[in-house]
């Protein structure tokens, strides 16, 4: 699921939320290429899943890098028959190299194995993990079967003909989540991290808000992304604009909760439909998870506290 981030700026100029939620929502374009290969970059090509929902946008979009010698697949997405044939097409003659992993939701990780057990390509880059939520899930629940050959830490690289891949860890909106550079372009994958159209869910307990925003900190500080590729939504032209406000975005959230709170509504329950009036109320289970990781956040600074259902501040 995604929040809103209300400076959002993309290629598409769309500003929404899911994965995650917004106070405005952009419906998805009614047509949209799917199992198509879509040049996007030199070095990169686009494949978009069947799989559109208020969570997904318009469906999971994996990444082709590489040309004609070798290459790697970034988010190889669900593991739904007509998308893996369009990532076999695309691949073509060429030798998958490494099959490449954000994170393990189940709309990202799945088609990995049925894709190494027609090339034979390891399975490189985030850990395995299978934490269940112990609240409603704002996208996918995490794939059980994700089995990687190797687990890329941060800074870890693989390279094939003309591309480099470089792990870039980013931990919040999952435990094991990681972007990917692909320094020859300028290029980074980003997953769920960030996002043009929205912003993540952080949901506990795998999810961190800490973790979260030190990770925005960290892309904020990269000056050598030129353009963002996500797992959903357009590409984010100005990546170092977008992060800056989303971690804007957050901070005002923060300062809404103890508002909130301040204000005699000291029950998730109670805040989210003031925090999110417009907002599908059938995204309101989901916008709490997030409310939920920053009180966490705020109880561990030591800002409030909680007894049962109920916060109070404390400092």
Known sequence: MRLPHPLASTAGGIVAISKGMAAETSAPPAERPYAFAEPIDPLV??????????????????????????????????????????????????????ICCTHTHRDHS????????????????????????????????????????????????ISGDGWTLIAVATPGHTSNHVCFALPESGVLFTGDHVMGWSTSVVSPPDGD???????????????????????????????????????????????????????????????VPQMYKGVDERLWPAAGRSVLAHL????????????????????
Not at 45 to 70: C, I, K
Request: glycine content about 10%; aromatic content about 6%; proline content about 8%.
């Open 45 to 98: 090509r686009r494949v978009l899943a069947r799989n559109p929902s208020p969570f997904t946008f318009t469906g999971t979009q994996s990444y082709v890098v590489g040309g004609e010698g070798s290459v790697a697949v970034i988010d190889p997405g669900p593991d739904e028959p007509e998308h893996l044939e369009a990532l076999l097409a695309t691949i073509g003659s060429a030798q998958l190299a490494a």
């Open 110 to 157: 799945p088609a990995a194995a049925p894709l190494a057990a027609r090339t034979g390509a390891p399975i490189i880059g985030c850990a395995p993990l299978t934490l269940e939520d112990d609240g409603p899930r704002a996208d996918a629940a995490f794939d059980v079967s994700y089995r990687p050959d190797r687990v890329m830490a941060d800074g870890e690289s």
């Open 209 to 271: 808000m800490a973790d979260y925003m030190a990770s925005l900190a960290r892309l904020y500080e990269r000056e050598q992304d030129r353009v963002y590729f996500p797992a959903h939504g357009p590409a984010v032209e100005k990546p170092r604009q977008l992060v800056r406000g989303m971690i804007g975005h957050r901070k005002q959230r923060e300062r809404q909760i103890l508002r909130q709170i301040e204000a005699g509504r000291p029950r998730i329950a109670d805040m």
């Open 296 to 315: 966490i956040d705020l109880e561990q600074r030591g800002a409030v506290a909680r007894s049962g259902e109920e916060w109070k501040i404390t400092g």
